[in-house]
């Protein structure tokens, strides 16, 4: 099992940046294939990326290609969404989400392949 606690959160204008942190407990969060959806007010959670246990394989979905960029640090134990060009649009909850794989270049880009979730951190961007 793992748990997880995303932070980083918070206000920023449009075009700004911010950086997420996903923090996992557990010894084998190096076998775990990650991944962040979001949701905002009024519409259903969404995919945003994923990464594979290995850090080598990454996908995203279109509406952040080229502004978001997930990466983990394994001796840390952490996920990471660095967010940047942000937009109204990107205002959501940002959830962290972690799947057990023995394959390293797996990753999951539904909701329903993903056992365990964070509690979420706001982002909010202004216009």
């Known amino acids: 099992q793992v748990q997880l606690v995303e932070s980083g959160g918070g206000l920023v204008q449009a075009g700004g940046s911010l950086r997420l942190s996903c923090a996992a407990s557990g010894r084998t969060f190096s076998r775990y294939a990650m991944g962040w959806f979001r949701q905002a007010p009024g519409k259903e959670r969404e995919f945003v990326a994923t990464?594979?246990?290995?850090?080598?394989?990454?996908y995203y979905a279109d509406s952040v290609k080229g502004r978001f960029t997930i990466s983990r640090d394994n001796t840390k134990n952490t996920l990471y969404l660095q967010m940047s060009s942000l937009k109204p649009a990107d205002t959501a909850v940002y959830y962290c989400?972690?799947?057990?794989?023995?394959?390293?270049?797996?990753?999951?880009?539904?909701?329903?392949?993903?056992?365990?979730w964070g509690q979420g951190t706001q982002v909010t961007v202004s216009s």
């Open positions: 989400a972690g799947e057990f794989t023995p394959v390293s270049g797996k990753y999951y880009y539904t909701e329903a392949e993903y056992d365990y």
């Open positions: 990464i594979s246990w290995s850090g080598r394989s990454t």
